[in-house]
């Protein structure tokens, strides 16, 4: 997938990307990371007050802490990127459909983010046999606007 993304043409035109560090199930799209150093990469903080939400700190590797759920995030002494600067976002998610929807753990943090108004393009990331025709959601679940699995590459999910 990591392959596939690097020769999207969006990508190497994206200044600032945010991305995520994997929870169980999640695709890793840590080697990305590696194979852009040009680009500006965030990654979030879970903040649970005063409502649930994401803050993106700039990718320090040597500056992660655990966080109680099980993935590594950054320190919270490392600078904010605030998202009207992304200029693409990396969505996990444990299944998603062709149409962009997508199942997470629940919390609706990235939800939260995708309904920011003036957000960057959206990509998630899943595995083909996760890819799904239909999942229940919700009036307020945002879709992302592409969709990368091992085995079709890129692909719009806008319309579809």
């Given at each position: 997938m990591c392959r596939h993304i690097k020769?999207?043409?969006v990508f190497p035109a994206s200044g600032v990307v945010f991305t995520y560090l994997p929870m169980r199930g999640e695709v890793d799209l840590r080697p990305?990371?590696?194979t852009a150093p040009h680009l500006r990469w965030a990654i979030p903080r879970v903040v649970d007050s005063p409502l649930p939400h994401l803050v993106f700190h700039e990718y320090d590797p040597d500056h992660l802490v655990l966080h109680r759920y099980g993935m590594l995030e950054p320190d919270a002494a490392l600078p904010v990127v605030e998202s009207e600067h992304a200029d693409l976002i990396l969505v996990p998610g444990l299944a998603f459909t062709r149409r962009g929807f997508r199942l997470g753990y629940g919390g609706g943090y990235y939800?939260?983010?995708l309904s920011e108004p003036g957000h960057a393009?959206?990509?998630g990331a899943c595995f083909q046999a996760l890819l799904l025709e239909e999942l229940t959601h919700e009036p307020h679940d945002v879709?992302?606007?592409f969709l990368v699995t091992e085995e079709l590459g890129?692909?719009?999910t806008r319309g579809v």
């Open positions: 020769a999207w043409p990305l990371i590696a939800d939260r983010l393009l959206t990509l879709p992302v606007d890129v692909s719009d």
